[in-house]
């Protein structure tokens, strides 16, 4: 009785064909000196605690750096400035008072140059009403064209 | 019967670090090279591919090999590393145009009505998706016993198993390729 044949029996395998006999110890080679020169580029970007040190590091430098250098608008100004007399600056400052607000101007101004201000007073610097005479008051009032007779209680007071 | 040391020498040798790294490395090329190499060849059809493959399945040995715990036997898992880079190849491969180069891994004896009409080509595309959906314990015994012809004592040897489990192994991995070959056969000559 003839032995029942199964697919495998009509299939002859081809061997492949077989490399050379150095090929396996330069694939070796290959094989370490690619994944040396890997080595050497990989790990530090790998590891994100160093990466993201290293970003950190530059960011602080870069940020330090531009805090203190002035920027290319500001560089102009104080060039400008420079070029500009005292008396074309107070000129300009009485034509423009009104731009300037307290906090701006206060900016401007050191604590000593305040107190001095103080000490020293000019036709200008502001008197409280205890250096003011009954006849300094009365000339006021002349001087406005108002009649203290018509004042109220409450205004005199004022 | 085997010049090289068993995978546990090789792996305690790897375990020690420094330059015997390296020297576990070279041992297991020697040893498992070859195999890897006809078990990719034999889907690529190409040597050029094939070296490119078995690189990068090396690469990732080299990179894994501390970290292989010896939950199976070291060429399983070299195995399927390899079928793995090989798999991911040809679905890369599909988007390009591969160049076979080498001659169908088939030859058709006549007296099979089906097989007849069959071109080797053909034959082995089937096969080798037949293969693919093996288990992967199976379709490794399939490729030493059938491919490689090696005797039953040294496949033992490689994936730790006895060679009554093996025989067995091979056997139902027979008996379920040819069932897929049959069933695709048929409807190709419907």
Same mark, same amino acid.
């Given at each position: 009785m003839?032995?029942?044949k ?7 395998v081809n061997?492949t064909?077989?490399p050379a006999?150095?090929?396996?110890e330069?694939?070796v080679?290959?094989?370490l000196?690619?994944k ?13 605690i160093?990466?993201?040190t290293a970003?950190?590091?530059v960011?602080?430098?870069?940020l330090i750096t531009?805090a203190?250098?002035p920027?290319?608008?500001e560089?102009?100004?104080l ?11 107070n000129k ?11 906090d701006?101007?206060s900016?401007f101004?050191?604590?000593e ?7 020293v ?8 009403i205890?250096?003011l ?5 009365l ?9 203290i007779y ?9 | 019967?085997?010049k090289y040391?068993?995978d546990?020498?090789i792996?305690?040798?790897n375990?020690?670090g420094?330059?015997h790294?390296e020297?576990?490395?070279r041992?297991?090329?020697a040893?498992?090279g070859e195999?890897l190499y006809h078990?990719i060849r034999?889907?690529t ?14 690469i990732?040995?080299?990179?894994n090999?501390?970290a292989f715990k010896?939950?199976?036997?070291l ?10 880079e090989?798999?991911?190849?040809l679905?890369?491969?599909?988007r ?14 006549a007296?099979?009505a089906? !097989?007849?009409q069959?071109?080797p080509?053909?034959i082995?595309?089937?096969l ?6 093996l288990?992967?314990?199976?379709a !490794?015994?399939f490729?030493?016993k059938?491919f490689?012809?090696?005797?039953y004592k040294e496949?033992?040897?490689?994936l730790?198993?006895?060679?009554g489990? !093996?025989k067995?192994?091979?056997h ?13 056969l ?5």
């Open positions: 003839e032995q029942k199964d697919i495998f029996d009509f299939l002859k061997k064909e077989a006999s150095d090929y396996f330069n694939l080679t290959n094989t000196a690619a040396k020169s890997k080595a050497i580029i990989i790990p530090l970007y790998k590891k994100p160093v990466w993201l970003v950190a590091a960011l602080i430098a870069v531009n203190f250098r920027s290319d608008e560089q102009h100004v060039v400008a400035m420079n070029d500009l007399s005292k008396s074309e600056i300009y400052i009485e034509e423009n008072i009104d731009d300037f607000d307290t701006l101007i900016e101004i050191s604590f140059q305040i107190e001095d201000s103080n000490s007073k000019t036709d200008n610097t502001p008197i409280t205890d250096e005479t009954d006849e300094d008051i000339e006021y009032f002349n001087d406005e064209g108002i009649d018509e004042l109220s209680d409450d205004e005199i007071y004022i | 019967m085997n040391p068993e546990q020498e792996l305690s040798l375990a020690q420094g330059t790294v020297e576990a490395f041992l297991i090329v040893k498992f195999g078990q034999r889907i059809k190409n040597h050029e591919h094939t070296n490119d493959i078995l690189q990068n399945v090396l990732k040995v080299f990179e090999l501390s010896g939950d199976s036997a060429y399983t898992w070299l195995y399927r590393i390899a079928r793995n090989t798999l991911n190849f679905d890369k491969e599909k390009r145009s591969g160049v076979d180069l080498d001659p169908a891994i088939f030859e058709i004896i007296g099979h089906t !097989l007849d069959m071109e080509d053909k082995s595309q089937l080798e998706a037949a293969v693919n959906n288990p992967e314990k199976q !490794l015994v490729q030493l059938y490689e012809e090696l005797p496949i033992a040897s490689r730790h198993v006895t060679e489990a !093996l067995a192994s091979f139902i991995a027979k008996q379920k390729i040819e069932d897929y070959l049959v069933s695709h048929n409807q190709s000559t419907i």
